[in-house]
């Protein structure tokens, strides 16, 4: 058993049944998820007997690094085994306010969106609670190892102050696993996140979106890409079952449980093929009645991919008519794209090395 698979409701029952009291799951939870400690014999304040029967029973795998590269901006990207000869991959963003990790939630993705470089490398499993929540006890530890600085980290916070589900994967397709990691980041004896910090991209899984809202309301990100079904059928694969009117209707529903009071709808910006001044206009239509906020992301290219970035001047005017008509705005910037760490470019290791070695290598980034 790995300790870093149960989050505060699994190690309480696990406990339980062996009668010992609630609070030795607050213990381990510190240990594990506060302290990085990864020696079960080493958890002093648990008492001999019990330390040895748990490490009889249960290890803290955290995950094996087989990867480690940084891009000029900083930007950090760690390629973790996924076994079998899959990979996935997680980033961290360091900011001058904030650490940022990006976290993967499947080994590849089953989607299939047009643009997007995991889904091009098609889908080979889901992680588990442990090699998503891991992610983030690897990225706080190998930063804590490195000495990283930041003013609160001095105060005795960890490295990673915010998390993102937007690395490989769609993150409610593998709901079971996802959400009890979603509930350490958030639980005060593990990370302790505040729900606004932890942020889940999905392409729009409409009754997945309702059951997140019902058990672990995150902030959420819904990536919309086309102001359209005609378009969304064919970039955003996932719309012919679950189209734009439905999609709309669960993002309403999302609103009252929202920790920021908004949705996130991001938008990638295709070079002729969602850029123009009438997709905008179409595009503050869809959502006048939805509290969000738009983000544009300039398209990350990857080889073989058939898309070219919008022209900035394209992304910049495009931004204008969505502000003009009432809406907020943004343009994400573009961050670890020297070592293929941006948006979309996250392609892991499915299977195949000399797919992985051809999809991770460096590419230049036009006009972002
Ligand atoms: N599966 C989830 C989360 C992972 S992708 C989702 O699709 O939302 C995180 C964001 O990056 C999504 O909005 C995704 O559509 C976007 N993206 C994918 N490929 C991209 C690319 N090549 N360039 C820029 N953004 C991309
Ligand atoms: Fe999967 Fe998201 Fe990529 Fe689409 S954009 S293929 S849902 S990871």
Redesign the pocket.
Known sequence: MNLLDLDGRALAAFFAERGEKPFRARQVLRWVHQRFEPDIAAMSDLGKPLREALAARATVAGPTVIGDTTASDGTRKWLLDAGGGNAVECVYIPEDDRGTLCISSQAG?A?D?A?????KQGFNRNLATGEIVGQLWHANRALLADRVTAPWIEQGRPPITNVV???????LANFDNVVPALRLMLDDYAYGLSRRRVTL???GLVPLIDRLREECPVAL???L?APNDALRDRI?PINRKHPLAELMAACMRYIPAAPRDFVTF?Y?MLDGVNDSASHADELARLVRDVPCKLNL??????PG?E?RTSPRARIVAFQKRLQDAGLVATVRKTRGDDIAA????LAGQVKDRTKRRLATRIVPVSAS
């Open positions: 993705c989607l969106c643009f997007c470089s995991t889904g589900m937007m690395g490989m994967g769609e993150p991209s999905t392409s990100a819904v990536s890409h955003v991001e990638v992301i300039p398209f990350n290219p990857f991919t898309f941006a948006c979309g470019q």
